[in-house]
């Protein structure tokens, strides 16, 4: 099966209407699902169908450069059906003017009718990155294998990044009242991905936007796929509301804006409450934990050894060992409590006065595989008070002289402070022919503490620029002795 941007390409140079024709055939069933689950009508999901595929035929070489082409179908579907839904409220608005309006929804027949009712809506509401892996994995039926070359990440990777996607999905729902687990989720997400389309419908839509890209004119390929009852219908409400349609028109815009700033608003208030709540656990754990750290025993002598914490382990794991500049006033270790991507995570924290100190993990490899190529280390990581000099990664090349590395970087200048939630970082070095060793770990520099995970290391392309860090230039150095005789400076 052809890529779908070479033959969004060949159709943009060449016009050839049976690239085209593929593509509609390809994602028609899919753009037709999502209009109707949002329009539930099945002529006005046609025509939102016919309007998408003739935008993409007038921009096929501008969304064949696009990383997912069904990820911009969906965002245009979207866009085309929320304005009919926008035109077809302010019809009836118009036509019952001194009625007020109400939504009335019944009972979900069942988990899969509930979440196609806010399906779309909850999949716009994800960032880019999250919304094309569930379109990808679910919608296009996709490998992680293949997830991961469109990504540029690895299997394991593109697996972490589907499965959080997928958790914050079902987050949203919950907090729309649907409540699923993640494997019913991802059970249920395929039967949305497509509907049957009408006979005919396929090659309609391909010939109906070949022509509006041809002529460059949307609205005549639009007017040509209207039937004549349509037109007629559409003339005759335009005249009979053309002296009031102004009026309405800007009255629902305040009221769509105004609806929108209470929904905000409403949001923020709760987002507030939850945050305020956790800042107060997380004050009366800090002082149930200082009034439990010292226990005076019958000798009197008081002990600060501190109580196990389920779920922590505070030691360096295998493979691994502790690493810093002050290694009494830093604890390293293992922590279920904050996993990602389902796997716990490894951490490093201040435990005393650490002023201009660094304390972490670190692994000490060969070089041999790695020579004569460029090597990315990538990792999740995640933040606490870090506000000194922030939690970071870091990559060494040694070489046959001892004491002297061919290559390094530690993120300076671009570490992560302060509290910061998962956000993924990465270190690129050029592994010379040379190279005896790589050493790599974390650290968090100063006060505070960090989290790690999903850490991988693995060749790239020249494509992706390297981090190193530039040596730094010696002290300039005197020319001529100074001040032989230890003469002091005249006192004021």
């Not at 716990?344 to 435990?351: C, E």
């Amino acid at each position: 099966m052809s890529d779908d941007g070479k033959l969004l390409r060949q159709f943009a140079e060449t016009h050839d209407e049976a690239c085209f024709e593929q593509i509609v055939q390809r994602h028609i069933g899919f753009v037709y699902a999502v209009s109707l689950r949002r329009l539930r009508d099945s002529h006005s999901a046609q025509d939102a169908t016919q309007a998408v595929f003739i935008a993409l035929a007038r921009k096929a070489a501008a969304v064949a450069r696009a990383p997912s082409v069904i990820g911009w179908l969906h965002r245009s579907t979207c866009y085309e059906t929320h304005n009919l839904m926008r035109a077809q409220a302010n019809r009836i608005a118009r036509e019952t003017e001194a009625l007020c309006l109400g939504t009335i929804s019944s009972q979900a027949a069942s988990e899969t009718t509930a979440i196609e009712a806010v399906l779309d809506e909850v999949l716009h509401q994800l960032s880019s990155n999250d919304r094309e892996a569930i379109l990808a994995r679910y919608f296009s039926g996709q490998s992680y294998v293949q997830i991961g070359t469109t990504l540029r990440l690895s299997e394991n990777a593109a697996r972490m990044r589907v499965d959080r996607a997928l958790s914050k999905l079902r987050d949203h729902l919950q907090r729309r009242g649907i409540t699923s687990t993640a494997a019913a989720l991802a059970a249920a997400l395929p039967a949305c991905a497509s509907t049957p389309v009408p006979a005919g419908m396929v090659m309609t839509v391909s010939s109906g936007s070949v022509a509006g890209a041809v002529a460059a004119i949307g609205a005549t390929s639009l007017w040509t796929f209207m039937s004549t009852a349509k037109i007629a219908a559409s003339v005759a409400v335009i005249v009979a509301i053309a002296s009031t349609a102004l009026q309405y028109h800007h009255a629902h815009q305040l009221e769509a804006t105004l609806s929108s700033v209470q929904e905000e608003r409403a949001t923020a208030t709760k987002q507030i409450g939850a945050l305020e709540q956790q800042i107060n656990d997380l004050k009366e754990r800090v002082l149930q934990q200082s009034s439990s750290a010292q226990v005076v025993p019958a000798s009197g002598v008081v002990s600060t050894q501190p109580k196990p914490v389920p779920g922590i382990t505070p030691k360096a794991p295998k493979g691994w060992f502790k690493n810093g500049s002050a290694n009494n006033f830093y604890e390293v270790g293992v922590d279920e409590t904050q996993p990602w991507g389902g796997m716990p995570s490894a951490y490093a924290k201040s435990t005393g006065p650490v002023d201009g100190q660094f304390g972490g993990m670190m692994q000490t490899i060969s070089g041999e595989t790695y020579k004569n190529q460029r090597v990315q280390l990538s990792g999740w990581i995640k933040t606490e008070e870090a506000d000194d000099g922030g939690g970071h990664l870091w990559l060494r090349v040694d070489g046959p002289e001892k004491g002297k590395s061919l290559k390094f970087d530690n993120m300076d200048g671009r570490a992560p402070k302060g509290t910061t939630d998962w956000q993924e970082y990465s270190v690129v070095l050029d592994v010379p022919s040379e190279a005896t060793t790589l050493n790599y770990g974390f650290f968090v520099q100063g006060s505070g503490k960090i989290w790690v995970n999903g850490m991988t290391i693995s060749p790239v392309g020249p494509e992706v620029p390297t981090t190193n860090m530039p040596p730094r230039s010696p002290p300039s150095l005197p020319k001529t002795p100074v001040n032989l005789g230890f003469s002091q400076p005249p006192t004021k």
